[in-house]
């Protein structure tokens, strides 16, 4: 992963990290990316939460039941057996309590939904992918992007930073519909409850540009 081309949630944890889990990762996606340039693979072992967030659209589909699901994944691999659980008991939570989705007939109108958001003048990307776009009760729709990291909490600023890149890079959808959820703190954030102030695009850049110059700089080392 080079911050030039980077999922959402990954630069929002970076955005936020404490000074030593950020100096962390990069280093660590900076040795990946020497080895895969010396002919190697950067590989490590495929994202850890693809296989959870594909239950969460079965279960939110009506498909199958999460609990059930999280169990099959702990039982077929011991690496899910720590975070997968507090993994389902939040998205259950923000479905029946703050989505309130729990009883309602929901319809996957996509799978995933993906878009990016280009920064020219810093040459950077910053992708949304596999955002869930759903139809409660035939009514509205929501597009539900998640925030995985256990380490930072996803804060208000963040909440908001996101949202705005989300409006960014999925421009045919509407922006009031988009959601984004950390499960981990059973919190979400949306334009209704966490209102745009307007700053989103000079605080993003900022902050960027920042995590570029670390970057680069972290390279050079």
């Known amino acids: 992963m080079s911050v030039l081309d980077i999922p959402l949630r990954k630069v929002l944890q970076l ?8 100096r962390s990762i990069l280093k660590e996606d900076i040795r990946l990316d020497r080895k895969k340039q010396a002919g190697g693979t950067r590989s490590q072992g495929g994202d850890f939460h693809v296989p ?24 077929s691999n011991k690496n899910y057996r720590r975070l997968y659980p507090m993994l389902r008991d939040g998205v259950l939570e923000l479905l029946s309590e703050k989505l309130r989705w729990s009883n309602e007939p929901v319809e996957i109108i996509h799978q995933g939904v993906h878009g990016n ?8 990307t910053v992708r949304v992918k596999d955002a869930i776009n759903a139809r409660v ?9 998640a925030y995985f990291s ?25 922006p009031n519909d988009m959601r984004i959820i950390d499960p981990l703190r ?36």
């Open 117 to 124: 958001m280009r920064i020219e003048d810093l040459n950077g």
């Open 186 to 221: 059973r919190t979400f954030f949306s334009p209704q409850t966490t209102p745009l102030s307007g700053d989103e695009e000079t605080v993003f850049r900022e902050r960027y540009k920042s995590l570029i110059g670390e970057w680069e700089r972290l390279k050079h080392e």
């Open 150 to 174: 256990e380490e930072p909490a996803l804060s208000e600023e963040g909440g908001r930073l996101g949202l705005w890149v989300m409006q960014q890079a999925l421009t045919k959808l509407d």
């Open 15 to 22: 955005f936020y990290a404490p000074p030593p889990l950020r």
């Open 52 to 75: 959870f967030w594909s239950d969460v659209k079965k279960h939110i589909s009506g498909d199958d039941d999460l609990a059930r699901l999280t169990d099959g994944r702990m039982r």
């Open 137 to 145: 009760r035939g009514e509205y729709t929501r597009v539900v992007y």
